[in-house]
């Protein structure tokens, strides 16, 4: 299905390249992405339960092509396809949080260590998450980068389900469980990662991920809400 961006496509490689020479440390000057919508169209509907979990497919990626095909890019912006789903754990006891208009989630009570336990379900390649990502490559081809779904690596994961005070506290009290658990949470991203990606790199335009930043080839961000509140010494022992 064709898909009519408001993207100047003759400007592409050269974003592209100055990507390429910002990773490689090249560019002399910043990266500058700014998106704006041609018209005002929030439609807060998009973050609720029924919309991201019991919309058929085809219906969904209609809307969020509708987004795309509403969005203006400027600068060093490229056309990029983000669905608001992250890689679930099932059985977490976690809470959802609709009235912030996300799909961020906490446990409502610490759950204890010994209950926790990360393993690779190989059934969600055929996740709703992973379903829109293969479709939105089937429907734009290269038009569009589709971005990487968060995988709430390492500490991201254990802090929804022990709850930020709690992990924050855990550090001090219980670090080598900490490591245990963060461990296993990476393990299982990472095969998710492998799993995602298999579909992303069949559309040839790199990688992305929540945030705007593009690359040549496989990338996606780590750590990130929960590791600006550690020092640099927590994070090198917790994360790295």
Not at 32 to 52: C, D, G, L, M
Not at 112 to 120: K, R
Not at 212 to 236: Q, V
Request: hydrophobic fraction near 35%.
């Amino acid at each position: 299905m064709s898909i009519n961006l408001q993207f100047d496509e003759e400007r592409r490689a050269e974003i592209e390249q100055a990507w390429t020479e910002w990773w490689a440390g090249e560019l002399r000057r910043p990266i500058v992405t700014i998106t704006s919508p041609a018209r005002v169209a929030f439609t807060p509907h998009q973050f609720t339960r029924e919309f991201i979990q019991e919309t058929p497919i085809d219906e969904a990626l209609d809307y969020y092509q509708s987004q795309l095909e509403n969005t203006l890019h400027y600068a060093d912006a490229l056309p990029t396809f983000h669905n608001p789903l992250y890689f679930g754990m099932s059985g977490s006891r976690m809470k959802p949080m609709p009235e912030l208009h996300t799909v961020w989630n906490e446990a409502e009570e610490p759950i204890p260590f010994e209950e926790i336990h990360f393993t690779y379900d190989p059934d969600h390649v055929r996740s709703r998450a992973m379903q829109l990502r293969a479709g939105a490559v089937e429907r734009w081809d290269d038009k569009v980068t589709i971005a990487h779904t968060g995988l709430g690596v390492g500490l991201q994961s254990l802090s929804s389900l022990r709850t930020t005070y709690q992990l924050l506290s855990d550090l001090y009290e219980s670090p080598d469980e900490v490591l245990r658990l963060s461990k296993e949470s990476t393990d299982v991203s990472m095969r998710q990662y492998e799993d995602s990606w298999d579909i992303i790199k069949k559309a040839h335009r790199g990688s992305t991920n929540w945030a705007p930043l593009w690359a040549p080839g496989r990338g996606h961000m780590y750590e990130c809400d929960f590791s600006c509140m550690i020092s640099p010494k927590m994070y090198e022992r917790f994360v790295m």
